[in-house]
T-cell receptor
Framework: NAGVTQTPKFRVLKTGQSMTLLCAQD?????MYWYRQDPGMGLRLIHY???????AKGEVPDGYNVSRLKKQNFLLGLESAAPSQTSVYFC???????????FGQGTRLTVV | SQKIEQNSEALNIQEGKTATLTCNYT??????LQWYRQDPGRGPVFLLL?????KEKRKERLKVTFDTTLKQSLFHITASQPADSATYLC????????????FGRGTSLIVHP
């Protein structure tokens, strides 16, 4: 039982490049989330999904897109990376909105 | 605007003492509040959830209180150990709407042997 797995763990991008972060969970959770964590800023919600085929915007959605084509996967896309998107990205999943969230190990992204 | 405040200064305590961390909030009607632990380079790990109609929750050496009048939650670790050193995050979910929680910035706890 792997829990929540994020791919990749580290990535360096040049400004303007695109990439996709993959989050996979094996707990059959309905809810999935993407957060970014910056020093002194805490965890901020980018996008979330309440079930397969659904997505919704969080607190800081600009510059990101997401897709949830399969229940177990939640993809976060950066179409044109900017240095302001340098951050640590965490994916999480939960059974419902008011149950504990399980987090992945994080993806450290640097945009130069 | 809605705010969640956790002490940005690290809390330093001696092993064996009780650590108390604070989470204050404004302009929220929370449905529930959660506490998470985060170690350096790792994702947060869930510890406890307390709902708006609950005053206190306990789990082993952990205790959470929730005072909706004071708009405050206190997180206690009794008989603290150096292994308890980490950053502790609180997260609040508003009643009505999506119930998706918003995280505070966290407080670092350092337990000295």
């Amino acid at each position: 039982n792997a829990g929540v797995t994020q791919t990749p763990k580290f990535r360096v991008l040049k400004t303007g490049q695109s990439m996709t972060l993959l989050c996979a969970q094996d707990m059959n959770h309905e809810y999935m989330y993407w957060y970014r964590q910056d020093p002194g800023m805490g965890l901020r919600l980018i996008h979330y999904s309440v079930g397969e085929g659904t997505t919704a915007k969080g607190e800081v959605p600009d510059g990101y897109n997401v897709s949830r084509l399969k229940k177990q996967n939640f993809l976060l896309g950066l179409e044109s990376a900017a240095p302001s998107q340098t951050s640590v990205y965490f994916c999480a999943s939960s059974y419902s909105e008011d149950t504990e969230a399980f987090f992945g190990q994080g993806t450290r992204l640097t945009v130069v | 605007s809605q705010k969640i405040e956790q002490n940005s200064e690290a809390l330093n305590i001696q092993e064996g003492k009780t650590a108390t961390l604070t989470c204050n909030y404004t302009n929220y009607s929370p449905a529930y509040l959660q506490w998470y632990r985060q170690d350096p380079g790792r994702g947060p790990v869930f510890l406890l959830l307390i709902r708006e109609n609950e005053k206190e929750k306990r789990k082993e050496r952990l205790k959470v209180t929730f005072d909706t009048t004071l708009k405050q939650s206190l997180f206690h670790i009794t008989a603290s150990q150096p292994a308890d050193s980490a950053t502790y995050l609180c997260a609040l979910a508003p009643s009505g709407g999506s119930y998706i929680p918003t995280f505070g910035r966290g407080t670092s706890l350092i337990v000295h042997p």
